[in-house]
C-alpha cells in the first residue's frame, strides 16, 4: 500500500480495510489475496473499497477479474482511478496492456498453454517420473505450490481461461460454463508414447466466440511438437525456471504501478502545457511513489 507522507500514523489497527484505507491515505492499493476460485473474496471487496476511498488498485489475482471485472472495471472509470491486473494471466508477458494498445482488435477465439506448473509436471513424467515425483520436482523448483490443487486439477487453468474471455473478448463467463479437466490420469507410459510420436500432451486451453458468448474448455490432449515449443518460448525464457518463478510476478505489479504513474504524468502534462508551462517526464519514476506530490511550476 502507497500512502501520503503527510498521513497520521496510529498504533491501533482500525477494524475495517475501509477505516485502514482512510486512515493511510493511500493512493494505490496493491491487492496480493490468494485466489479463491469460488465468488474472488476477499480480493474483490478489497479492490472495491479502495476505488471507493479514492485509491487506484492493482492485483496479481485472478478472482475479481472473473467474478467482479465489469463492476469494478466501471466503478474505477466512474471514480476516474486505474484498475490494473496485468500479472493474473501470462505475468511474464504484457497481454492485456497488448489489446489495450489494439483497441480496433476484436478477439474471436484463442488456444494456448496458460499453466506452467503443469507443463513442468508432464515434461518431467516423459522423463521417467512418477506424478508424484514429478510434483515434488516441481515444487521443488519453485514453479508448484506446497497444495497444487488448482494446477493438476485445471482450476488455474480455466480461472485464466475465463479472464481472458471476460477481458480481451468481453465476454463475461462462469467456471462452471468452462469444460475443465486436469492432468491426473495421465501416465509417464503414454505421455513417453505422445512425445516419441511427436505429439506430446499438453493442459490447452481453448476459447471461441459463439454467438453472444463463449465456448471455453481446459482439456489435457495432444499437440504438435512445433507449437508447443512456439507456445513455450514465451513461458520459460532462458530456461531459467526458479527465476522465473520467483520474479516474474513480483515484476508485473510493479509495472502496473509504473503504468499508473506515467498516465499520471501524462495526464497531468497535457493539462498544464499551457497554463503554468509544468515540466513533466512521463518516465519520471517520482511518481510511482508520490503521484499526489504537488506539481513545482504551478503547486497544484
Not at 504484457?94 to 488456444?111: K, Y
Not at 506424478?131 to 485464466?160: C, N, P, R, S
Not at 493442459?203 to 490432449?221: F, H, I, P, S, Y
Amino acid at each position: 500500500m502507497l500512502g501520503n507522507s503527510n498521513a497520521r500514523a496510529s498504533h491501533v489497527a482500525p477494524p475495517t480495510v475501509r477505516d485502514w484505507l482512510a486512515a493511510a491515505q493511500a493512493d494505490v492499493l496493491f491487492e496480493a489475496t490468494s485466489l479463491n476460485v469460488k465468488d474472488g473474496e476477499p480480493a474483490v471487496t478489497h479492490i472495491r473499497t479502495a476505488l471507493d476511498q479514492g485509491a487506484h488498485a492493482i492485483t496479481a489475482n485472478k478472482g475479481p477479474i472473473v467474478h467482479a471485472y465489469r463492476e469494478l472495471r466501471d466503478l474505477a472509470a466512474m471514480r476516474n482511478k486505474r484498475f490494473l491486473f496485468e500479472s493474473t494471466v501470462m505475468d511474464g508477458v504484457p497481454i492485456f496492456s497488448l489489446f489495450d494498445q489494439m483497441p480496433a482488435i476484436h478477439l474471436q477465439g484463442f488456444h494456448g498453454i496458460l499453466n506452467s506448473t503443469t507443463n513442468v509436471i508432464l515434461s518431467e513424467m516423459e522423463n521417467g517420473l512418477t506424478f508424484d515425483d514429478a510434483l515434488k520436482k516441481a515444487q521443488a523448483l519453485g514453479i508448484a505450490e506446497t497444495d497444487a490443487t488448482h494446477d493438476v486439477d485445471g482450476w488455474d487453468a480455466a480461472v485464466k481461461t475465463a479472464a481472458l474471455v471476460t477481458v480481451l473478448m468481453d465476454t463475461p463467463i462462469r467456471l462452471e460454463d468452462i469444460a475443465r479437466e486436469g492432468i491426473r490420469d495421465l501416465t509417464p507410459q503414454a505421455l513417453r508414447n505422445a512425445r516419441r510420436d511427436g505429439w506430446p500432451f499438453k493442459l490447452v486451453c481453448r476459447a471461441k466466440r459463439v454467438g453472444q458468448g463463449a465456448d471455453a474448455r481446459v482439456e489435457a490432449t495432444v499437440a504438435p511438437e512445433k507449437v508447443v515449443r512456439l507456445v513455450l518460448l514465451h513461458l520459460f525464457r532462458n530456461g531459467h525456471l526458479p527465476r522465473l518463478s520467483h520474479y516474474r510476478r513480483q515484476s508485473r505489479p510493479l509495472r502496473d504501478r509504473v503504468r499508473h504513474a506515467r498516465g499520471f504524468h501524462s495526464r497531468h502534462a497535457q493539462r498544464h502545457t499551457q497554463s503554468c508551462r509544468a515540466s513533466v517526464d512521463p518516465d519520471a519514476l517520482t511518481a510511482v511513489f508520490h503521484p499526489s506530490a504537488p506539481c513545482p511550476p504551478c503547486s497544484e
